[in-house]
Protein backbone atom coordinates (compact mmCIF):
# COMPACT_ATOMS: atom_id res chain seq x y z
CA UNK A 1 0.00 0.00 0.00
CA UNK A 2 1.45 3.79 -0.16
CA UNK A 3 1.40 6.37 2.15
CA UNK A 4 1.41 10.04 1.53
CA UNK A 5 4.35 10.00 4.01
CA UNK A 6 6.86 7.34 5.37
CA UNK A 7 6.77 9.19 8.65
CA UNK A 8 4.07 11.55 10.34
CA UNK A 9 5.38 12.98 13.29
CA UNK A 10 2.59 14.86 15.54
CA UNK A 11 4.19 17.59 17.70
CA UNK A 12 7.61 19.37 16.61
CA UNK A 13 9.08 19.50 20.04
CA UNK A 14 12.73 18.39 20.91
CA UNK A 15 11.77 14.46 19.96
CA UNK A 16 9.34 15.07 17.38
CA UNK A 17 12.10 17.50 15.51
CA UNK A 18 14.85 15.32 15.90
CA UNK A 19 13.27 12.20 14.32
CA UNK A 20 11.71 14.13 11.79
CA UNK A 21 14.74 16.17 10.01
CA UNK A 22 17.10 13.07 10.63
CA UNK A 23 14.26 10.89 8.76
CA UNK A 24 13.97 13.04 5.99
CA UNK A 25 17.61 13.15 5.45
CA UNK A 26 17.67 9.52 5.73
CA UNK A 27 15.60 9.80 2.46
CA UNK A 28 12.01 9.17 3.95
CA UNK A 29 9.28 11.21 2.82
CA UNK A 30 7.77 13.10 6.11
CA UNK A 31 5.38 15.07 7.58
CA UNK A 32 5.05 17.06 11.23
CA UNK A 33 2.03 18.77 12.23
CA UNK A 34 2.22 21.22 15.38
CA UNK A 35 -0.60 23.04 16.59
CA UNK A 36 1.50 25.70 18.92
CA UNK A 37 5.09 26.67 18.77
CA UNK A 38 8.07 25.23 17.08
CA UNK A 39 10.35 23.40 19.32
CA UNK A 40 7.92 22.33 22.04
CA UNK A 41 8.14 22.89 25.59
CA UNK A 42 12.16 23.02 25.77
CA UNK A 43 12.00 26.22 23.52
CA UNK A 44 9.19 28.05 24.64
CA UNK A 45 8.53 27.52 27.67
CA UNK A 46 11.30 25.72 29.26
CA UNK A 47 14.54 24.89 29.35
CA UNK A 48 15.54 28.29 27.00
CA UNK A 49 13.25 31.26 28.96
CA UNK A 50 14.28 29.44 32.05
CA UNK A 51 17.57 29.29 31.40
CA UNK A 52 18.01 32.94 30.38
CA UNK A 53 15.68 33.87 33.43
CA UNK A 54 18.34 32.25 35.50
CA UNK A 55 20.78 34.62 33.95
CA UNK A 56 19.07 37.59 34.63
CA UNK A 57 18.78 36.35 38.75
CA UNK A 58 22.25 35.76 39.35
CA UNK A 59 22.44 39.38 38.58
CA UNK A 60 21.87 40.08 41.85
CA UNK A 61 24.62 38.24 43.58
CA UNK A 62 27.27 39.28 40.77
CA UNK A 63 26.77 42.98 41.71
CA UNK A 64 26.65 42.92 45.41
CA UNK A 65 30.24 40.82 44.71
CA UNK A 66 31.46 43.08 42.17
CA UNK A 67 32.05 45.36 44.55
CA UNK A 68 34.04 43.54 46.03
CA UNK A 69 36.40 43.93 44.10
CA UNK A 70 36.58 47.51 43.65
CA UNK A 71 33.56 48.38 41.28
CA UNK A 72 30.98 51.00 42.07
CA UNK A 73 27.65 49.45 40.74
CA UNK A 74 24.40 49.82 42.12
CA UNK A 75 21.84 47.84 40.67
CA UNK A 76 18.79 50.84 40.89
CA UNK A 77 16.07 48.55 39.79
CA UNK A 78 15.37 45.79 37.35
CA UNK A 79 12.18 45.92 34.44
CA UNK A 80 10.29 42.68 34.49
CA UNK A 81 9.26 43.71 30.83
CA UNK A 82 12.53 43.65 29.58
CA UNK A 83 13.50 40.76 29.80
CA UNK A 84 10.23 39.05 29.16
CA UNK A 85 10.47 41.10 25.74
CA UNK A 86 14.00 39.98 25.17
CA UNK A 87 13.24 36.61 26.02
CA UNK A 88 10.64 36.26 23.14
CA UNK A 89 12.04 38.44 20.61
CA UNK A 90 15.88 35.27 21.06
CA UNK A 91 12.58 32.26 21.05
CA UNK A 92 10.82 33.53 18.13
CA UNK A 93 14.03 33.74 16.60
CA UNK A 94 15.12 30.21 17.83
CA UNK A 95 11.14 29.14 16.42
CA UNK A 96 12.08 30.77 12.71
CA UNK A 97 15.37 28.17 13.17
CA UNK A 98 13.42 25.26 13.85
CA UNK A 99 11.54 25.94 10.93
CA UNK A 100 14.33 26.55 8.62
CA UNK A 101 15.63 23.11 9.85
CA UNK A 102 12.54 21.47 9.31
CA UNK A 103 12.02 23.11 6.31
CA UNK A 104 15.93 22.66 4.63
CA UNK A 105 15.93 18.89 5.25
CA UNK A 106 12.81 18.64 3.23
CA UNK A 107 10.04 17.90 6.02
CA UNK A 108 6.43 19.15 5.25
CA UNK A 109 5.87 21.15 8.31
CA UNK A 110 1.58 21.39 8.93
CA UNK A 111 0.37 24.08 11.11
CA UNK A 112 -2.48 22.85 13.02
CA UNK A 113 -3.70 19.93 15.78
CA UNK A 114 -3.43 16.81 14.30
CA UNK A 115 -5.68 13.86 15.55
CA UNK A 116 -5.65 9.77 15.05
CA UNK A 117 -8.09 8.66 12.74
CA UNK A 118 -6.80 5.20 12.46
CA UNK A 119 -3.28 3.37 12.44
CA UNK A 120 -2.25 4.74 9.24
CA UNK A 121 -4.57 8.19 9.26
CA UNK A 122 -3.79 11.56 10.20
CA UNK A 123 -5.87 14.70 9.97
CA UNK A 124 -5.12 18.02 10.55
CA UNK A 125 -7.26 21.33 9.36
CA UNK A 126 -9.95 19.22 7.80
CA UNK A 127 -7.53 16.92 5.64
CA UNK A 128 -6.46 13.97 5.76
CA UNK A 129 -2.74 12.22 5.04
CA UNK A 130 -2.23 8.31 5.46
CA UNK A 131 1.55 7.17 6.66
CA UNK A 132 3.46 4.28 7.27
CA UNK A 133 4.63 5.21 10.51
CA UNK A 134 3.18 7.77 12.94
CA UNK A 135 5.17 9.04 15.74
CA UNK A 136 3.68 10.77 18.65
CA UNK A 137 5.51 13.57 20.56
CA UNK A 138 3.06 15.74 21.88
CA UNK A 139 4.97 16.35 25.32
CA UNK A 140 3.60 17.55 28.47
CA UNK A 141 1.44 19.89 29.96
CA UNK A 142 1.21 21.64 33.35
CA UNK A 143 -0.31 19.87 35.91
CA UNK A 144 -2.40 21.88 38.97
CA UNK A 145 -4.34 20.00 41.42
CA UNK A 146 -8.11 20.71 41.91
CA UNK A 147 -8.08 23.31 44.36
CA UNK A 148 -10.43 25.78 45.45
CA UNK A 149 -8.85 28.96 43.75
CA UNK A 150 -7.15 26.84 41.17
CA UNK A 151 -8.48 29.72 38.66
CA UNK A 152 -5.88 31.84 40.42
CA UNK A 153 -2.84 30.36 40.29
CA UNK A 154 -0.17 30.54 37.65
CA UNK A 155 0.83 27.28 36.06
CA UNK A 156 4.65 26.59 34.35
CA UNK A 157 3.34 28.12 31.08
CA UNK A 158 1.95 31.18 31.88
CA UNK A 159 4.70 32.00 34.26
CA UNK A 160 7.26 32.94 30.70
CA UNK A 161 4.33 35.87 30.08
CA UNK A 162 3.63 37.00 33.36
CA UNK A 163 2.85 40.91 32.48
CA UNK A 164 4.13 41.97 35.81
CA UNK A 165 6.67 40.84 38.46
CA UNK A 166 5.02 39.77 41.33
CA UNK A 167 6.13 41.05 44.73
CA UNK A 168 5.67 38.68 46.65
CA UNK A 169 5.52 35.33 45.07
CA UNK A 170 4.10 31.72 46.52
CA UNK A 171 5.78 28.61 44.47
CA UNK A 172 3.95 25.54 45.47
CA UNK A 173 5.79 21.92 44.42
CA UNK A 174 9.49 20.46 45.33
CA UNK A 175 11.18 19.70 42.49
CA UNK A 176 13.24 20.94 39.57
CA UNK A 177 11.22 23.75 38.43
CA UNK A 178 9.95 24.83 41.51
CA UNK A 179 13.16 25.25 42.88
CA UNK A 180 14.43 26.87 39.80
CA UNK A 181 11.52 29.18 39.90
CA UNK A 182 11.70 30.10 43.36
CA UNK A 183 15.48 30.87 42.34
CA UNK A 184 14.38 33.58 39.78
CA UNK A 185 11.56 34.84 41.33
CA UNK A 186 13.87 35.59 44.82
CA UNK A 187 17.30 36.56 42.78
CA UNK A 188 14.98 39.14 40.52
CA UNK A 189 13.25 40.51 43.83
CA UNK A 190 9.94 39.13 44.47
CA UNK A 191 9.60 38.22 48.23
CA UNK A 192 9.72 34.23 47.65
CA UNK A 193 7.79 31.42 49.55
CA UNK A 194 8.08 28.22 48.43
CA UNK A 195 5.82 25.39 49.77
CA UNK A 196 6.14 21.49 49.37
CA UNK A 197 4.15 18.73 51.14
CA UNK A 198 7.11 16.89 52.36
CA UNK A 199 9.52 17.25 54.72
CA UNK A 200 12.36 18.32 51.89
CA UNK A 201 12.19 19.12 48.55
CA UNK A 202 13.94 17.25 45.68
CA UNK A 203 12.51 13.82 46.25
CA UNK A 204 14.99 11.23 44.89
CA UNK A 205 18.29 13.41 44.77
CA UNK A 206 21.02 12.52 47.15
CA UNK A 207 20.30 13.92 50.71
CA UNK A 208 23.24 15.52 51.44
CA UNK A 209 22.22 17.95 48.00
CA UNK A 210 18.69 18.29 49.54
CA UNK A 211 19.89 19.49 52.81
CA UNK A 212 22.75 21.49 51.16
CA UNK A 213 20.36 23.50 49.26
CA UNK A 214 18.24 24.30 51.86
CA UNK A 215 20.75 25.72 53.73
CA UNK A 216 22.21 28.45 50.92
CA UNK A 217 18.35 29.33 50.13
CA UNK A 218 17.52 29.66 54.13
CA UNK A 219 20.88 32.00 53.90
CA UNK A 220 19.44 34.03 51.39
CA UNK A 221 16.51 34.63 53.26
CA UNK A 222 13.86 32.42 50.82
CA UNK A 223 10.68 31.34 53.08
CA UNK A 224 10.79 27.42 52.81
CA UNK A 225 7.11 25.56 53.87
CA UNK A 226 7.96 22.03 54.39
CA UNK A 227 5.14 19.03 55.19
CA UNK A 228 2.88 22.13 53.53
CA UNK A 229 -0.33 21.92 51.58
CA UNK A 230 -2.07 24.69 50.23
CA UNK A 231 -6.12 24.19 51.37
CA UNK A 232 -7.53 27.06 49.03
CA UNK A 233 -6.59 30.38 47.53
CA UNK A 234 -9.33 33.66 47.62
CA UNK A 235 -8.47 36.51 45.57
CA UNK A 236 -9.15 39.75 47.86
CA UNK A 237 -10.48 43.17 46.54
CA UNK A 238 -7.08 44.50 46.05
CA UNK A 239 -6.06 41.51 43.84
CA UNK A 240 -3.75 39.98 46.09
CA UNK A 241 -3.87 36.58 46.82
CA UNK A 242 -5.21 34.85 50.86
CA UNK A 243 -3.57 31.87 50.89
CA UNK A 244 -5.05 29.16 53.58
CA UNK A 245 -2.49 26.05 54.32
CA UNK A 246 -4.19 22.95 55.51
CA UNK A 247 -2.36 23.55 59.37
CA UNK A 248 -4.54 26.56 59.23
CA UNK A 249 -1.47 28.84 58.67
CA UNK A 250 -1.96 31.82 55.55
CA UNK A 251 0.13 34.09 54.00
CA UNK A 252 -1.36 36.64 51.26
CA UNK A 253 0.90 36.87 48.10
CA UNK A 254 0.24 38.68 44.26
CA UNK A 255 0.98 35.45 42.40
CA UNK A 256 0.89 31.66 43.47
CA UNK A 257 3.07 29.83 40.90
CA UNK A 258 2.22 25.92 40.75
CA UNK A 259 5.06 23.75 39.95
CA UNK A 260 3.59 20.31 40.41
CA UNK A 261 4.74 18.20 37.96
CA UNK A 262 3.30 17.82 34.12
CA UNK A 263 1.17 15.24 32.41
CA UNK A 264 1.00 13.78 28.63
CA UNK A 265 -0.53 15.63 26.48
CA UNK A 266 -3.42 13.67 24.76
CA UNK A 267 -6.32 16.15 24.48
CA UNK A 268 -8.30 15.76 21.20
CA UNK A 269 -5.36 13.24 19.97
CA UNK A 270 -7.65 10.63 18.25
CA UNK A 271 -6.38 7.42 20.64
CA UNK A 272 -10.11 6.47 20.92
CA UNK A 273 -9.63 5.51 17.18
CA UNK A 274 -6.83 4.01 17.35
CA UNK A 275 -5.11 0.66 19.50
CA UNK A 276 -2.56 2.59 21.53
CA UNK A 277 -2.73 1.84 25.33
CA UNK A 278 -1.58 4.17 28.11
CA UNK A 279 0.38 2.86 31.24
CA UNK A 280 -0.80 3.09 35.02
CA UNK A 281 0.34 6.91 35.24
CA UNK A 282 -1.55 7.75 32.14
CA UNK A 283 1.32 7.93 29.68
CA UNK A 284 1.80 6.24 26.53
CA UNK A 285 3.08 2.99 26.75
CA UNK A 286 5.68 2.05 24.49
CA UNK A 287 8.53 -1.14 24.55
CA UNK A 288 12.20 -0.78 24.25
CA UNK A 289 11.80 0.57 20.35
CA UNK A 290 9.17 3.15 21.21
CA UNK A 291 6.33 1.05 19.81
CA UNK A 292 2.75 1.20 20.88
CA UNK A 293 0.39 -1.45 21.24
CA UNK A 294 -0.58 -0.54 17.61
CA UNK A 295 2.48 -1.15 15.52
CA UNK A 296 2.09 1.50 13.59
CA UNK A 297 2.22 4.12 15.87
CA UNK A 298 5.58 4.87 17.77
CA UNK A 299 5.95 7.85 20.96
CA UNK A 300 9.14 9.39 22.60
CA UNK A 301 9.68 11.97 25.07
CA UNK A 302 7.50 13.48 27.92
CA UNK A 303 4.34 11.64 26.52
CA UNK A 304 5.93 8.23 27.30
CA UNK A 305 6.66 9.31 30.82
CA UNK A 306 10.33 8.44 30.81
CA UNK A 307 12.79 10.86 32.09
CA UNK A 308 11.62 14.10 31.09
CA UNK A 309 14.46 15.77 30.26
CA UNK A 310 14.99 17.25 26.19
CA UNK A 311 18.55 15.32 25.76
CA UNK A 312 16.67 12.21 26.45
CA UNK A 313 13.63 13.12 23.89
CA UNK A 314 16.20 13.84 21.25
CA UNK A 315 18.28 10.89 21.69
CA UNK A 316 14.60 8.92 21.36
CA UNK A 317 14.16 10.55 18.06
CA UNK A 318 17.62 10.13 17.12
CA UNK A 319 16.71 6.06 17.68
CA UNK A 320 13.64 5.87 15.47
CA UNK A 321 14.62 7.87 12.88
CA UNK A 322 17.94 5.40 12.53
CA UNK A 323 15.73 2.24 12.84
CA UNK A 324 13.19 3.15 10.56
CA UNK A 325 15.41 4.44 7.80
CA UNK A 326 19.15 4.28 8.57
CA UNK A 327 19.12 0.78 10.01
CA UNK A 328 22.56 0.32 10.05
CA UNK A 329 23.46 3.19 12.22
CA UNK A 330 20.83 2.01 14.88
CA UNK A 331 21.94 2.21 18.41
CA UNK A 332 19.41 1.52 21.13
CA UNK A 333 19.55 4.90 23.44
CA UNK A 334 21.64 4.25 26.59
CA UNK A 335 19.59 5.37 29.69
CA UNK A 336 22.33 4.26 32.08
CA UNK A 337 24.03 7.43 33.78
CA UNK A 338 22.02 10.61 32.32
CA UNK A 339 23.21 13.53 34.00
CA UNK A 340 21.30 15.98 34.92
CA UNK A 341 21.13 20.19 35.87
CA UNK A 342 18.58 21.83 38.75
CA UNK A 343 19.42 25.57 37.72
CA UNK A 344 18.40 26.50 41.11
CA UNK A 345 20.58 29.42 42.76
CA UNK A 346 23.18 28.04 43.45
CA UNK A 347 22.94 25.44 40.39
CA UNK A 348 22.44 21.37 41.54
CA UNK A 349 24.29 19.00 38.94
CA UNK A 350 24.22 15.59 39.45
CA UNK A 351 25.05 12.04 37.79
CA UNK A 352 24.83 8.12 38.48
CA UNK A 353 23.57 6.93 41.95
CA UNK A 354 22.79 9.29 45.37
CA UNK A 355 24.09 7.43 48.65
CA UNK A 356 20.65 6.27 49.04
CA UNK A 357 20.05 4.67 46.26
CA UNK A 358 23.43 2.74 46.36
CA UNK A 359 23.10 1.36 49.51
CA UNK A 360 19.64 0.66 48.78
CA UNK A 361 20.87 -1.17 45.68
CA UNK A 362 23.50 -3.13 48.03
CA UNK A 363 26.58 -1.47 47.48
CA UNK A 364 29.12 -0.95 50.16
CA UNK A 365 30.04 2.02 49.71
CA UNK A 366 32.80 5.06 50.10
CA UNK A 367 31.59 8.76 50.27
CA UNK A 368 33.62 11.51 49.84
CA UNK A 369 32.68 14.81 50.66
CA UNK A 370 33.55 18.46 50.88
CA UNK A 371 31.99 21.70 51.03
CA UNK A 372 34.07 24.97 50.85
CA UNK A 373 33.63 28.96 50.40
CA UNK A 374 33.98 29.63 46.43
CA UNK A 375 37.42 31.17 45.45
CA UNK A 376 35.67 33.82 43.60
CA UNK A 377 33.81 35.50 47.05
CA UNK A 378 36.52 35.71 49.30
CA UNK A 379 36.73 39.19 48.85
CA UNK A 380 33.22 39.31 49.94
CA UNK A 381 30.89 38.59 52.80
CA UNK A 382 28.82 36.56 50.70
CA UNK A 383 28.97 33.01 52.63
CA UNK A 384 27.87 30.50 49.82
CA UNK A 385 29.44 27.22 50.28
CA UNK A 386 30.00 24.86 46.91
CA UNK A 387 28.93 20.86 47.68
CA UNK A 388 30.74 18.13 46.54
CA UNK A 389 30.05 14.55 46.67
CA UNK A 390 31.13 11.46 45.49
CA UNK A 391 29.63 7.81 46.24
CA UNK A 392 32.18 4.79 45.39
CA UNK A 393 31.87 1.26 45.01
CA UNK A 394 33.95 -0.20 47.90
CA UNK A 395 34.72 -3.33 46.26
CA UNK A 396 35.31 -2.29 42.37
CA UNK A 397 36.48 1.23 43.52
CA UNK A 398 33.96 2.66 40.56
CA UNK A 399 32.65 5.95 40.78
CA UNK A 400 28.83 5.51 41.23
CA UNK A 401 27.83 9.05 42.01
CA UNK A 402 29.27 12.54 41.80
CA UNK A 403 26.77 15.53 43.25
CA UNK A 404 27.53 19.30 42.91
CA UNK A 405 25.89 22.47 44.58
CA UNK A 406 26.86 24.99 43.31
CA UNK A 407 28.08 28.11 40.55
CA UNK A 408 28.50 25.74 37.29
CA UNK A 409 27.73 22.58 38.57
CA UNK A 410 25.86 21.74 35.09
CA UNK A 411 28.74 22.47 33.20
CA UNK A 412 31.25 20.78 35.14
CA UNK A 413 29.28 17.66 35.52
CA UNK A 414 28.73 17.00 31.62
CA UNK A 415 32.53 16.27 31.56
CA UNK A 416 32.30 13.71 35.08
CA UNK A 417 29.41 12.41 33.31
CA UNK A 418 31.52 11.05 30.48
CA UNK A 419 34.27 9.59 33.43
CA UNK A 420 31.65 7.80 34.70
CA UNK A 421 30.18 6.20 31.15
CA UNK A 422 33.41 4.70 30.19
CA UNK A 423 33.72 3.58 33.73
CA UNK A 424 36.16 5.74 36.09
CA UNK A 425 37.62 4.19 39.07
CA UNK A 426 38.06 6.30 42.08
CA UNK A 427 41.98 5.34 41.01
CA UNK A 428 41.42 7.39 37.79
CA UNK A 429 39.84 10.42 39.72
CA UNK A 430 43.07 10.55 41.78
CA UNK A 431 45.35 10.37 39.17
CA UNK A 432 43.80 12.78 36.82
CA UNK A 433 45.72 16.29 37.89
CA UNK A 434 43.48 19.13 38.59
CA UNK A 435 42.91 22.46 36.98
CA UNK A 436 43.66 25.27 39.49
CA UNK A 437 42.57 26.90 40.67
CA UNK A 438 38.91 25.80 40.02
CA UNK A 439 36.63 24.47 42.21
CA UNK A 440 36.33 21.28 39.79
CA UNK A 441 39.43 19.98 40.67
CA UNK A 442 38.41 19.27 44.43
CA UNK A 443 36.99 16.53 41.93
CA UNK A 444 40.32 15.10 41.77
CA UNK A 445 41.54 15.89 45.17
CA UNK A 446 39.31 14.27 47.49
CA UNK A 447 41.14 11.58 49.47
CA UNK A 448 39.53 10.91 52.80
CA UNK A 449 36.53 9.06 52.93
CA UNK A 450 33.60 10.74 55.03
CA UNK A 451 31.76 7.53 55.75
P1 LIG B 1 8.16 16.94 38.98
O1 LIG B 1 7.20 15.92 38.54
O2 LIG B 1 9.61 16.71 38.87
O3 LIG B 1 7.86 17.35 40.49
C1 LIG B 1 6.59 17.72 40.89
C2 LIG B 1 6.67 18.30 42.28
O4 LIG B 1 5.38 18.72 42.68
C3 LIG B 1 7.13 17.28 43.30
O5 LIG B 1 7.88 17.95 44.28
C4 LIG B 1 5.81 16.75 43.86
O6 LIG B 1 5.90 16.31 45.18
C5 LIG B 1 4.95 17.99 43.82
N1 LIG B 1 3.55 17.68 43.65
C6 LIG B 1 3.00 16.85 42.75
N2 LIG B 1 1.65 16.83 42.88
C7 LIG B 1 1.36 17.67 43.90
C8 LIG B 1 0.15 18.05 44.53
N3 LIG B 1 -1.01 17.58 44.12
N4 LIG B 1 0.22 18.91 45.55
C9 LIG B 1 1.40 19.38 45.98
N5 LIG B 1 2.58 19.06 45.43
C10 LIG B 1 2.56 18.20 44.39
O7 LIG B 1 7.68 18.23 38.20
P2 LIG B 1 8.26 19.59 37.79
O8 LIG B 1 6.99 20.32 37.55
O9 LIG B 1 9.25 20.19 38.71
O10 LIG B 1 9.03 19.26 36.45
C11 LIG B 1 8.50 18.42 35.45
C12 LIG B 1 9.61 17.70 34.73
O11 LIG B 1 10.28 18.59 33.87
C13 LIG B 1 10.68 17.16 35.68
O12 LIG B 1 10.42 15.85 36.03
C14 LIG B 1 11.95 17.28 34.90
O13 LIG B 1 12.27 16.04 34.35
C15 LIG B 1 11.65 18.29 33.82
N6 LIG B 1 12.43 19.50 34.06
C16 LIG B 1 13.78 19.44 33.93
C17 LIG B 1 14.55 20.56 34.16
C18 LIG B 1 16.03 20.50 34.06
O14 LIG B 1 16.53 19.56 33.46
N7 LIG B 1 16.73 21.45 34.64
C19 LIG B 1 13.94 21.83 34.53
C20 LIG B 1 12.52 21.77 34.66
C21 LIG B 1 11.81 20.65 34.42
P3 LIG B 1 6.45 14.85 45.59
O15 LIG B 1 7.94 14.93 45.52
O16 LIG B 1 5.94 14.69 46.98
O17 LIG B 1 5.84 13.90 44.62
Redesign the pocket.
Not at 142 to 145: D, K, N, R
Not at 340 to 343: D, R, S
Given at each position: MSYDFDLFVIGAGSGGVRAARFAASFGARVAVAESRYLGG?CVNV??VP?KLMVYAAHFHDDFQLSRSFGWDVEAKSFDWSTLIRNKNTEIERLNAIYEKLLLNSGVTLLNGHAKLIDAHTVAVNGQQYSAEHILIAVG?W????D?PGREHVTD?NQVFFLPEQPKRVLV?????????FASVFHGLGSETQL????DL????FDQDVREHLQQELLKKDMTLRFNC??QNIDKQADKSLLITFKDGQTTEVDCVF?????RPMLDNLGLENVNVKLDKQGHIAVNELYQTSESSILAIG?VTGG????PVALAEGMAVARRLFRKEEYRPVDYNLIP????SLPNIATVGLSEEQARADGFAVQVFKSTFRPMKLSLSEQQERIFMKLIVDEKTDRVLGCHMVGPAA?ELMQGIAVALKAGATKQVFDDTIGIHPTAAEEFVTMRTPSA
Open positions: TGCKGPQVPISVGGCYIAVEAYRGFLRGDVYATGRDMQLTTAVFG
